[in-house]
């Protein structure tokens, strides 16, 4: 059995007001009757939210969603794409973004790398020889 805090949203005018810091320890108390995990997506852009949750004492874990778009269309204006250890991976655009300029540049750049073909294997040499020269 797992158990997941599946939405929580305080209007913006309403943070910092401990609102969503009290629903939470009311749901952590209710599921420590049962279970000792609890357990929440957060979008990876939304950078609010996930300094709300660390702030509470979650961690970021290994869960990668994945998504079949059955009717296909073009969409590849509305994802950015990241890598992790080599694989690429879609996060969807949200026009509540709260990138650096560096972090928009570095998305910007990906996009870029892959329209023009490269490959997981060329991002991770670039990488690794980039790190590599920095380390020394």
Same mark, same amino acid.
């Given at each position: 059995?797992?158990?997941?805090?599946?939405? =929580?949203?305080?209007? $913006?005018?309403?943070?910092?007001?401990?609102?969503?810091?009290?629903?939470?320890?009311?749901?952590?108390?209710?599921?420590?009757?049962?279970?000792?995990?609890?357990?929440?997506?957060?979008? $990876?852009?939304?950078?609010?939210?996930?300094?709300?949750?660390?702030?509470?004492?979650?961690?970021?874990?290994?869960?990668?969603?994945?998504?079949?778009?059955?009717? $296909?269309? $073009?969409?590849?204006?509305?994802?950015? *794409?990241?890598?992790?250890?080599?694989?690429?991976?879609?996060?969807?655009?949200?026009?509540?973004?709260?990138?650096?300029?560096?972090?928009?540049?570095?998305?910007? =750049?990906?996009?870029?790398?892959?329209?023009?073909?490269? *490959?997981?294997?060329?991002?991770?040499?670039?990488?690794?020889?980039?790190?590599?020269?920095?380390?020394?």
């Amino acid at each position: 059995m797992s158990f997941w805090i599946e939405e =929580l949203y305080v209007k $913006p005018e309403f943070r910092g007001m401990g609102i969503g810091r009290a629903f939470v320890e009311r749901a952590e108390k209710e599921i420590l009757k049962h279970d000792t995990y609890l357990y929440l997506f957060v979008l $990876p852009q939304d950078k609010d939210a996930i300094a709300f949750w660390k702030k509470m004492g979650y961690d970021v874990i290994n869960t990668i969603e994945l998504v079949k778009d059955l009717e $296909p269309t $073009p969409r590849d204006e509305g994802f950015h *794409t990241v890598e992790f250890l080599g694989e690429k991976f879609r996060i969807f655009r949200w026009k509540y973004e709260k990138l650096t300029e560096e972090e928009k540049e570095f998305l910007d =750049l990906l996009d870029e790398f892959y329209k023009r073909g490269g *490959t997981k294997e060329e991002f991770l040499r670039i990488v690794n020889k980039a790190l590599k020269e920095w380390l020394k």
